[in-house]
Every structure is written in C-alpha cells, then in structure tokens.
C-alpha cells in the first residue's frame, strides 16, 4: 500500500505531490529553477502545498529531498501524507498550518545525488558566507583518501582509509568526511561559498510567514544513516538545550544530538535549520532531522565517492555512469515494500506528534 506514494524518478515525484496536493485543494507554489535541468531534461522546481490558514501562528514544515537523492523517501512520506484522511483531518482540526516543501534539492533528486547543481551539500550550506568559512583540517587530511582519480579506488587510497579507522576509529573517519568542509569545491560535504539557489528559495519560502508564525515546528527527512527501516530523530538547530527539552518533549526521549554525541550523525555545520532563526526571528523553532537507514555506512560512503567521481569526469562511459548513479540512488533509496512501509509509518507518527503538541 506504501509503495504507491514513492516513484521511481524526480519527475514522477513531482507529479504525485502536484497531484496530491491539488485533490486536497491545498493552496500550491512552484519555484521553478532558472537555469538547472534534470536528468532528462526536464524543468526542476521547488513546490509548495499549504494545508491551513496563511496567517497561522503555528507552522509545521515538512521538507524533502535537500540531499536530493534522499528525497524519494521524504517525497513519499509527504505524499502519503497528503492521502492520509486521518492525518488532515488531525491537521485541519488543530489549528496549524502544515506546509509541505517538496524537493528542497530538486537537481540531486532528478540526477540521483546527493549534491546539488554547484556540487553544494545544501545541509552544509547555511553558513554566514560573509565570514571565512568555517575550518575543516580533518577533511583536507582525508580528502586524497576519497576524492582520487580512479576508480573503482586504486589501492593507496584504499589502503589509507584503512589505516585512519584503525588508529582513529570509525566514528572519527565519518565526523572528518561529513562535517562539512568550505576549502574543496569538487570534494565530498562541500558547504558551498555563497547561499545557493535552493537556499535562498527556501528562506523565500519561510519569510512568507514572518509576520504570523511565532512557533516552528520542522521535520526535515533524511536518509543514508542507521540501520534498515529505523528512523532516528535529530534535533536541528542549535546547541540550545531548551531546544533539544522542546525536540524531547515533542518526539519522546528518542531524539537525538550531534551536540551530544548522541546522533548516529557526527557534528555539522551550516544546517538548513539555521534559516529559521534568521527568515522567522519571532518563531521558537522545534526541529528534527528523521533520518532513515539504508545500508552500512561505509557501503553509502562509497556511493558517495562513487557520485562525486562521476562529477569529476563527466566524459565517463554511459554504461559506467548508469551503474554509479544506481549505487547512489540504491544507497538512500530502499526500493522495497518493507522499508517504505517502515518509513511511512515513522514518518506519520513524527508528524501526528508534532500537530499534537
Ligand atoms: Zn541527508
């Protein structure tokens, strides 16, 4: 039954929200990109679908896909969602507004990564860029290791990544790749030198309601972390302990801190959730991060390596190219009846909690 709220392409995706939506007689915006295109050429788009009054003071914000790729999951959730009879009479009734941010990365979706059009991590991104970026010595040390010029990996590379998660651990290795880094732009976790379209069309989107909302409530859908099926809440925004108690209140004692090493996610910088507080300074924000697991990490490690290696040689053969877009799009993708039945109903949950509150 799940299964029909996924696709199998960014633009089938976006058809199914549009459709979606529009049953629902939700008010709906599009931001259509102005010069990125999909992988089959097609227009790309950021869309919108509001449930509830536009004046609202009680906002919950669903978004999808900012690491692209990731966004079959998020999109599927959201559109389940928007067929869920209970779930908008529960929203309808509460008082909320819910808007539903679909495709927050639509170039990664439509290209099966999890970068977008300028190579950025949109969840790095959020960063004052008027200010030297942040720095990131651990990931200039491992960036030979992942970004080499072969592949499949020559065995130094290999060899070297080896040995850094036997003397440092894992745990180390993981927080020097996905931390973020400023200083390579055609390496793995780039944050990006300026605010990229996506960002400032998502700060578009949020200053709409500066003038009414006063409480935030996000969920942003992730994937790639975890084991199988099992969504782990993260606390988003900053390292606020009355935020976290808020997140803990909200979702239980399950939520979980890159602040406190309690995350299965190593400590970021520059996340998409440090717009709320600049786009809607009257707001108290609750936010969380629901990042479902797929495979082991280092097998979606390697599909990350494997995509930022297509990026870097765009002249690969066409049967190499679909095999590496594949592992990306399998390593956050679970095409499965099982993991989509898991998601949805993890994702509904943390969504009825969130209008409960
Ligand atoms: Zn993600």
């Known amino acids: 039954m799940s299964e029909l709220h996924f696709a199998q392409s960014y633009g089938e995706a976006r058809a199914k929200f549009f459709a979606a939506a529009s049953a629902q007689g939700l008010a709906l915006e599009r931001h259509i990109h102005p010069a990125a295109r999909g992988a089959d050429g097609e227009e790309l788009s950021l869309d919108c679908a509001r449930l509830g009054p536009a004046q609202a003071e009680r906002l919950v914000l669903l978004t999808s896909a900012a690491h692209g790729v990731e966004g079959f999951c998020g999109s599927g959730v959201q559109v389940a969602l928007l067929h869920d009879a209970g779930f908008l009479a529960r929203a309808r009734a509460s008082g909320a507004a819910v808007l539903f941010v679909h495709a927050l990365n639509p170039y990664g979706f439509s290209?099966?990564?999890?970068?977008?059009?300028?190579?950025?991590?949109?969840?790095?991104?959020?960063?004052?860029?008027?200010?030297?970026?942040?720095?990131?010595?651990?990931?200039?040390?491992?960036?030979?290791?992942?970004?080499?010029?072969?592949?499949?990996?020559?065995?130094?590379?290999?060899?070297?990544?080896?040995?850094?998660?036997?003397?440092?651990?894992?745990?180390?290795?993981?927080?020097?790749?996905?931390?973020?880094?400023?200083?390579?732009?055609?390496?793995?976790?780039?944050?990006?030198?300026?605010?990229?379209?996506?960002?400032?069309?998502?700060?578009?989107?949020?200053?709409?309601?500066?003038?009414?909302?006063?409480?935030?409530?996000?969920?942003?859908?992730?994937?790639?972390?975890?084991?199988?099926?099992?969504?782990?809440?993260?606390?988003?925004?900053?390292?606020?302990?009355?935020?976290?108690?808020?997140?803990?209140?909200m979702w239980g004692g399950l939520v979980k801190s890159i602040y406190k090493g309690t995350s299965a996610s190593a400590r970021l910088e520059g996340l998409l959730a440090f717009a709320a507080y600049e786009e809607l300074p009257q707001a108290e924000l609750t936010g969380c991060a629901l990042e479902f697991g797929t495979l082991p990490v280092m097998q979606v490690l390697q599909a990350l390596r494997a995509e930022n290696w297509l990026r870097r040689h765009p002249g690969a053969p066409q049967a190499q190219r679909e095999a590496l877009r594949r592992q990306v799009r399998d390593a956050f993708y679970c095409d499965a009846a099982d993991w989509k039945a898991m998601v949805v109903e993890q994702g509904r949950a943390v969504a009825l909690q969130a209008l409960a509150a």
Request: hydrophobic share 40%; net charge negative.
């Open 111 to 249: 290209h099966w990564g999890r970068t977008n059009e300028d190579n950025i991590d949109l969840n790095r991104n959020f960063v004052d860029h008027s200010r030297p970026p942040p720095a990131n010595a651990a990931y200039a040390e491992v960036h030979p290791l992942l970004a080499g010029a072969q592949w499949p990996p020559d065995q130094d590379g290999e060899a070297g990544i080896a040995r850094y998660i036997a003397e440092r651990g894992q745990f180390a290795f993981q927080a020097a790749v996905t931390g973020g880094q400023y200083e390579f732009p055609h390496g793995l976790f780039f944050g990006g030198r300026a605010p990229s379209w996506s960002n400032r069309t998502l700060r578009k989107v949020l200053a709409a309601h500066r003038a009414w909302a006063r409480r935030l409530c996000w969920i942003d859908f992730h994937t790639g972390l975890g084991p199988y099926g099992h969504g782990e809440l993260i606390q988003a925004g900053r390292d606020d302990d009355a935020e976290l108690a808020r997140a803990t209140a």
